[in-house]
C-alpha cells in the first residue's frame, strides 16, 4: 500500500431485514467515518440477503478489488446465519471449529445459566486460514482474515456488539494508511439542494477536491474531501471551505459534526435564555431532538403535547373562541400555544407547533402537510409561520420540527450574548 494515497474499502451489511422488512443500517455510518480517519476510501456498501450465492458473490468482488473488506451480521445461531460459510466459499476453503471459540460461547451460556444449542456449535466455526475474534458482549465470535496485502472481517451486525468488536478487535489491526483525507461539512438551512448546488458550481471544477451536496430532512449538507491525504489535497478542502462561507454566508447553520437541535442549545446557554414547547401533530418529536444534546436541562424547561383541544385549553390556555373561530391548526392557535408554553413553565421562549400530518384529516382549506408555528419571546411580539409540506406523515413531522428548530434558531442567532 502506498504512503499519501487512499486504500480502498468495502462495507458488506447482511440481513434480509434491511432489505425485506425495512430494518435500519446504522453500522455502516460507524465504519465510513472511522475509516476516512485512518485514510481508507469506502469505494462501495452493498446490503446483502441472508443468501450463500449472494453473499459469497459479493465478498469475493469485494475482495478482488479492495485492500479491506468488512462485513457485518449474518453470524448468528440460526439457520438463516451463513455469513461464516459464504467467507469460506468465496475464499475457496473449508470451515474449521476452532476451540478457543467454543470455549468462549461455551462461557457466555454458562454464565447466563443456559445450554448451547446446536446452532451455537455453527459460531465456533472460522474459514480454515483465519481466526476467530472474540466477543466480549455477545455469543457469536467475528472472523479476521488477512493474506497479501488483502484484509477481511466479520462482525455481528446486533449494533452494541459490532461497535465495541469493532473498536477493540478490529480497527486496531486495520494498519493505519495516513491521517486520513482533509474533511469539511457544511449544513444549510432555509435553501433548495439546486441552489446550493449552483452557488457552489465552481468547486466541481477543482482537481484535488471531491463536493456532495445531499438534501437531508433538516438541511442541505455540504461534504468537502480532499481527495488524497497530502499537504496539497488538505489546502484545497481548507480553501474550498472558505469559499461556501462566502457563498452562502448565514445560511449555514451548522460545520462538521453539529447538529441543529446542538445550535439550538449553544445559543440558548450564550444568552443564558430557557425555552419549553408545545406540540400537537409532531407528538413530541420536537422536544426529543432538543433532549438529545447532553446538558440541554441548563436551557430546556419541557414541553406538553396538546393533541385535543381541551388540553390546549385546559393546560396552556388557550382561548375556545380562538379554538372555535379559527380551529386548531392556525396561526393565532400557534401563537397562543407558543405564548401559553412560555408563560405555563416561566421561560424565556415559547415554540409551538399544530398542523395536519396526514394521512388523514385534511380539506381543501387546509390540506395534508398544513403546518403553523408559533414563537413567544420575552419582549419580542409573538410570531407565527405557516408552512405547506408534503411527504408521508413521518416526513412531514420530521420536516416541521426542523423548519421550527431552524426559525428559533434564526431569531436567537440574530440576538447577542447574555451579560
Not at 474459514?127 to 479476521?144: F, K, M, T, Y
Not at 457544511?186 to 448546488?197: A, C, I, K, M, P
Not at 408545545?278 to 430546556?300: I, K, N
Not at 396552556?316 to 405555563?344: C, F, M, N, Y
Request: glycine share 10%.
Amino acid at each position: 500500500m502506498m504512503r499519501n494515497q487512499s486504500a480502498r474499502a468495502e462495507l458488506i451489511m447482511v440481513g434480509t431485514e434491511m432489505l425485506a422488512l425495512g430494518a435500519r443500517d446504522t453500522n455502516s455510518d460507524i465504519l465510513k467515518k472511522d475509516l476516512a480517519a485512518i485514510g481508507y476510501e469506502v469505494v462501495a456498501l452493498s446490503v446483502v440477503v441472508d443468501e450463500l450465492e449472494v453473499l459469497s458473490g459479493a465478498v469475493r468482488t469485494a475482495l478482488s478489488r479492495s485492500q479491506l473488506t468488512l462485513i457485518s451480521g449474518g453470524l448468528g445461531p440460526t439457520r438463516d446465519d451463513r455469513t461464516r460459510a459464504a467467507i469460506a466459499a468465496a475464499l475457496g476453503v473449508p470451515l474449521r471449529s476452532d476451540p478457543s471459540a467454543w470455549r468462549s460461547i461455551r462461557r457466555w451460556y454458562d454464565e447466563r445459566g443456559r445450554k448451547p444449542g446446536p446452532g451455537a456449535r455453527r459460531q465456533s466455526q472460522v474459514p480454515r486460514g483465519a481466526e476467530s475474534l472474540d466477543n466480549p458482549v455477545g455469543s457469536a465470535p467475528g472472523i479476521w482474515w488477512q493474506r497479501r496485502g488483502s484484509m477481511l472481517a466479520a462482525i455481528p451486525g446486533v449494533p452494541w456488539e459490532f461497535e465495541r468488536m469493532w473498536t477493540e478487535q478490529v480497527l486496531p489491526r486495520v494498519p493505519k494508511i495516513a491521517a486520513g483525507s482533509a474533511l469539511a461539512s457544511f449544513r444549510v438551512g432555509g435553501l433548495t439542494e439546486s441552489y446550493v448546488d449552483s452557488r457552489l458550481v465552481d468547486l466541481y471544477r477543482r482537481p484535488l477536491l471531491d463536493v456532495t451536496v445531499l438534501a437531508k430532512t433538516d438541511a442541505i449538507e455540504i461534504h468537502l474531501r480532499g481527495k488524497k491525504t497530502d499537504r496539497r489535497a488538505a489546502a484545497a478542502v481548507m480553501r474550498a471551505a472558505v469559499y461556501v462561507r462566502r457563498r452562502l454566508g448565514r445560511a449555514i447553520f451548522a460545520e462538521g459534526e453539529e447538529t441543529l437541535e446542538q445550535v439550538v442549545g449553544d445559543r440558548l446557554r450564550e444568552r443564558c435564555e430557557t425555552l419549553a414547547v408545545a406540540e400537537s401533530c409532531t407528538g413530541g418529536e420536537l422536544g426529543a431532538r432538543l433532549t438529545r444534546v447532553p446538558g440541554s436541562s441548563e436551557y430546556f424547561q419541557g414541553g406538553i403535547i396538546a393533541y385535543s383541544d381541551e388540553v390546549k385549553r385546559r393546560l396552556l390556555q388557550v382561548p375556545a373562541a380562538t379554538l372555535r373561530r379559527h380551529g386548531a391548526v392556525s396561526e393565532p392557535v400557534a401563537r397562543a400555544l407558543a405564548e401559553g408554553a412560555r408563560r405555563r413553565m416561566k421561560c424565556d421562549w415559547g415554540l409551538a407547533i399544530t398542523g395536519v400530518a396526514g394521512p388523514g384529516g385534511g380539506t381543501a382549506a387546509k390540506p395534508v402537510g398544513r403546518v403553523f408555528l408559533g414563537l413567544a419571546g420575552t419582549g419580542r411580539r409573538t410570531s407565527s409561520r405557516r408552512l405547506q409540506l408534503s411527504g408521508s406523515r413521518e416526513l412531514i413531522r420530521q420536516r416541521c420540527t426542523a423548519a421550527a428548530l431552524l426559525w428559533l434558531y434564526s431569531i436567537l442567532r440574530a440576538g447577542g450574548r447574555c451579560r
